[in-house]
Structure formats: structure tokens, C-alpha cells
């Protein structure tokens, strides 16, 4: 198991850009970051989660339709971090965002094994 902590939410007006971290912390004895995938989702209020992007260990990459084209994911297997690059943000893209570890080192559509606490952002003038 692992504990994995977001941040780098905050507001933006639309237009702009943040990036989210998600590091891999108090992780038990011979967890190795860079063996998973990653993932990224979001939740609005009153609406389901959902899957915005993915990496796996290979470097393989899937992105929701609503971001594809501005938003990147990506990882620093050294550092045990996971990132998203979020570009030309809408009020739509506003949520509370989560990372989470996948069960194997592919993409796939089993449900991740750890979950950070999320990281607002928000999209607004």
C-alpha cells in the first residue's frame, strides 16, 4: 500500500493553467512507484466521477475526450510523482481532482488500489 498526496489545486480564471502533483508517500517496504499505472480523476458536486487521464508504466497515455489536447500526464518515477499538466482550463474543468495507483502496470479498467484526498480546482472569473 501506499499513501499518495495531491496538491497544486487552487483557482484560475478560464484560459489558464495549473499543475497538479500527486507524490507517492509511506509506502510499505519494496513498493516500487515506477512498476504501476497512474491515474487521474475528478469529481463536480452531483455528478460521478470520472476518469480524466491515465499512464501507465510503459509510458502508454489515455485522456478523457473533454481534455485530450490540453491536459498531459505525466510521472518522475525518481521522485515517486505523478503530475498533470492542465492547459486552457474551462469553468466545466472545475472539481475536485484525485490520483490513484492502478493495480498492475497497465491500463486498465480495474479499479485502483490507493486513492490521494483530492485537490480543488477551480475555474472561474
Known amino acids: 500500500q501506499v499513501q499518495l498526496v495531491e496538491s497544486g489545486g487552487a483557482l484560475v480564471q478560464p484560459g489558464g493553467s495549473l499543475r497538479l502533483s500527486c507524490a507517492a508517500t509511506?509506502?510499505?517496504?519494496?513498493?516500487?512507484?515506477?512498476?504501476?499505472?497512474m491515474y487521474w480523476y475528478r469529481q463536480s458536486p452531483g455528478k460521478e466521477r470520472e476518469l480524466v487521464a491515465c499512464?501507465?508504466?510503459?509510458?502508454?497515455?489515455n485522456y478523457a475526450d473533454s481534455v485530450l489536447g490540453r491536459f498531459r500526464i505525466s510521472r518522475d518515477n525518481v521522485k515517486r510523482t505523478l503530475y498533470l499538466q492542465m492547459n486552457m482550463l474551462k469553468p466545466e474543468d472545475t472539481a475536485v481532482y484525485y490520483c490513484?495507483?492502478?493495480?498492475?502496470?497497465?491500463?486498465?479498467?480495474?479499479?485502483?488500489?490507493?486513492w490521494g484526498q483530492g485537490t480543488q480546482v477551480t475555474v472561474s472569473s
Open positions: 509511506k509506502f510499505t517496504s519494496g513498493f516500487t512507484f515506477s512498476n504501476y499505472a
Open positions: 490513484a495507483k492502478g493495480v498492475t502496470s497497465l491500463i486498465t479498467d480495474q479499479q485502483p488500489s490507493d
Open positions: 499512464l501507465s508504466a510503459f509510458g502508454h497515455t
